[in-house]
T-cell receptor, first 118, second 113 residues
């Protein structure tokens, strides 16, 4: 149980185009979903927290107009990287939690999406 | 500034030995600390959670300790196996921070035959 999928697993795009990444909780309903970015040899950095039906909360330094997050249902959140540039190339990982708390709620992570912007 | 530090160098050990990984933090007051395993090109997988008022937690071959005075957590894998080879991440949940995780950079463990 508690499986989270991401699609696509990898994507290559040209600079200036937009890319959408899907995150789905397959066998549970996720009130809260998180989006992380991980550069090589670095830690996961939280980009934003999204709750179903409300606007995402972005971390400091993350441009909300560039990284559009939609959490339309309890099983689906999408991250759209708009006007992607080579510096946006990274490993994007989502996670899903059963509730908005308590903190002991385990976050279940997706397998990640490798984005390469040429 | 706030930091979560893990050994950046890979840890190589022999099969059957105990692996010990370290997580040190600065300028945090974590209510919870978690350990995750991450394989190359994959998302992290949750292993253990320990609360600030707990000293030690065990799960099968895994043991985690949490010393809030030293601001350190140790992660042990006993009777290590080649299949344990992966990167291990510690992550903090700050007091009053909801369920927001802040990750360390991870330590790569290699278990050799």
């Amino acid at each position: 149980g508690a499986v989270v999928s991401q699609h696509p697993s990898w994507v290559i795009c040209k600079s200036g185009t937009s890319v959408k990444i899907e995150c789905r909780s397959l066998d549970f309903q996720a009130t809260t979903m998180f989006w992380y970015r991980q550069f090589p040899k670095q830690s996961l950095m939280l980009m934003a927290t999204s709750n179903e039906g409300s606007k995402a909360t972005y971390e400091q330094g993350v441009e909300k107009d560039k990284f559009l997050i939609n959490h339309a249902s309890l099983t689906l959140s999408t991250l759209t990287v708009t006007s992607a540039h080579p510096e946006d190339s990274s490993f994007y990982i989502c996670s899903a939690a059963l509730g908005a708390g308590p903190p002991t709620d385990t976050q279940y992570f997706g397998p990640g999406t490798r984005l390469t912007v040429l | 500034s706030q930091k979560i530090e893990q050994n950046s160098e890979a840890l190589n050990i022999q099969e059957g030995k105990t692996a010990t990984l370290t997580c040190n933090y600065t300028n945090y007051s974590p209510a919870y600390l978690q350990w995750y395993r991450q394989d190359p090109g994959r998302g992290p997988v949750f292993l253990l959670l320990i609360r600030e008022n707990e000293k030690e937690k065990r799960k099968e071959r895994l043991k985690v300790t949490f010393d809030t005075t030293l601001k350190q957590s140790l992660f042990h894998i006993t009777a290590s196996q080649p299949a344990d080879s992966a990167t291990y991440l510690c992550a903090l949940i700050q007091s009053g921070g909801g369920n927001k995780l802040t990750f360390g950079t991870g330590t790569q463990l290699k278990v050799e035959l």
